[in-house]
């Protein structure tokens, strides 16, 4: 099954006081296990980035001056996620300022039965605890150092270990199989193989005549 982990970061809070997507970041997560088709694009919001948003995600009215406008991607965007369930942080965030673009642009807006929210998934999981992605992070000993400002397409690779972790399944795990390849399973859903590349004879003798020579009085 296939589904997509979407962030965004915007120019300010509410589309009620005009504001507008500038970045949008998705990955696509196959059974579970993230695969290499990414959607990631910086947007002209035709408008001020507020002080706040700023602070959030560093992104200045030059830099994103030069960037496509929203009409430009929203074809692409939408066939990117078709089809898909999409995983979001907060939801109704995020679906918010999207279905304001795409009304904007006079397309169909993205249903919210299509949605799961990590955020409702936390809060029912957890009542009473933190639910914020730096906090869910902490709890599932998530390395969220990177996360300096709000990026999206960081966001979104925090976000599919929170989310796996969130429906009690594991991230995939190694585990040594017979035939000199290592196997990566995640709940028997997928597989993935790596060649091991064995050292030969010549190899591991010349091993131990330099253990032999370099560390004589710790070697046995």
């Known amino acids: 099954m296939k589904e997509i982990v979407l962030d965004t970061e915007t120019t300010g809070l509410s589309v009620r006081d005009g504001h507008r997507i500038v970045e949008i970041g998705c990955i696509e997560l196959d059974n579970l296990v993230p695969t290499k088709n990414i959607f990631h694009v910086y947007l002209n919001p035709e408008r001020k980035v507020s002080e706040k948003a700023f602070e959030v995600h560093g992104y200045t009215d030059e830099f994103l001056s030069t960037k496509q406008k929203f009409l430009e991607i929203a074809k692409d965007f939408l066939s990117f996620i078709e089809g898909k369930k999409i995983i979001i942080h907060n939801a109704e965030f995020d679906i918010g300022h999207l279905n304001n673009e795409l009304s ?110 370099n560390f004589k009085k710790n070697y046995f």
């Open 104 to 213: 904007l642009v006079g397309l169909e807006k993205i249903s919210n039965s299509n949605v799961i929210d990590t955020l409702e998934l936390a809060r029912n999981k957890y009542p009473g605890s933190g639910i914020s992605l730096d906090a869910l992070c902490k709890r599932f000993r998530i390395d969220n150092s990177r996360r300096e400002k709000h990026t999206a397409l960081i966001d979104c690779e925090l976000l599919a270990k929170v989310y796996i972790n969130l429906i009690d399944q594991k991230e995939p795990t190694f585990d040594l199989v017979e035939d000199n390849e290592v196997k990566i399973s995640l709940d028997d859903k997928k597989d993935y193989f790596k060649k091991i590349i064995l050292p030969t004879e010549k190899e591991l003798s010349e091993h131990s005549e330099f253990l032999k020579k």
